[in-house]
T-cell receptor, first 112, second 119 residues
Framework: RKEVEQDPGPFNVPEGATVAFNCTYS??????FFWYRQDCRKEPKLLMS???SGNEDGRFTAQLNRASQYISLLIRDSKLSDSATYLC?????????????FGAGTRLAVHP | DAGVTQSPTHLIKTRGQQVTLRCSPK?????VSWYQQALGQGPQFIFQ???????QRGNFPDRFSGHQFPNYSSELNVNALLLGDSALYLC??????????????????FGPGTRLTVL
């Protein structure tokens, strides 16, 4: 079983739709949580950190449930430019150094 | 402010050869992590360098080795290349201080990657 699991998709949605991605992680020692966005053949870029209280950045809302070891990302009013792969990432400190573990990503395709 | 840079952008090698990939971290960052991303997969952690030493290592064989220089730049070396080593190799930099506390929120910024093809 992978340490970070995501639905690979693809999610095909029309512009303006609301779409939600889920992610689960297996290691309870995970301490930091992120969503990264990766465009085709490009590097991952940090979309947002995820906090226990939930956080919002414009059209994007992230939630973390530590008890269930579950992370979510909600995108409202989808734009064509949101088409990308969304990577769920957890961080763990080992020997004082932070290590990131990536999910395989969920692909989103927004169509006109 | 220069971001993370990597060279070369693309590389084609044959089985059994050796390859060296290079990374310069973002200005102000002192920690470099290397990842391998196979097609359709998320990045897999190879190792992390801080203060010119390997601090953590993922599940990669000894054929994968690295180095960090005093200016914080880093190299990834792969010996005896296999077809399965074909992937996008990503370098990520961060600013991490060794902490006794368990929690660290350092954010890693990725370079554009080196696409390695092994024939």
């Amino acid at each position: 079983r992978k340490e970070v699991e995501q639905d690979p998709g693809p999610f095909n949605v029309p512009e303006g739709a609301t779409v939600a991605f889920n992610c689960t992680y297996s290691n309870s020692a995970s301490q930091s949580f992120f969503w990264y966005r990766q465009d085709c053949r490009k590097e991952p870029k940090l979309l947002m950190s995820v906090y226990s209280s939930g956080n919002e950045d414009g059209r994007f809302t992230a939630q973390l449930n530590r008890a269930s070891q579950y992370i979510s990302l909600l995108i409202r009013d989808s734009k064509l430019s949101d088409s990308a792969t969304y990577l769920c990432v957890v961080g763990r400190v080992s020997g004082g150094y932070n290590k990131l573990i990536f999910g395989a990503g969920t692909r989103l395709a927004v169509h006109p | 402010d220069a971001g993370v840079t990597q060279s070369p952008t693309h590389l084609i090698k044959t089985r059994g050869q050796q390859v060296t990939l290079r990374c310069s971290p973002k200005s102000g960052h002192d920690t470099v992590s290397w990842y391998q991303q196979a097609l359709g997969q998320g990045p897999q952690f190879i190792f992390q360098y801080y203060e010119e030493e390997e601090r953590q290592r993922g599940n990669f064989p000894d054929r994968f080795s690295g180095h960090q220089f005093p200016n914080y730049s880093s190299e990834l070396n792969v010996n005896a290349l296999l077809l399965g080593d074909s992937a996008l190799y990503l370098c990520a930099s961060s600013s991490t201080l060794y902490r006794a506390a368990a929690f660290s929120t350092d954010t890693q910024y990725f370079g554009p990657g080196t696409r390695l093809t092994v024939l």
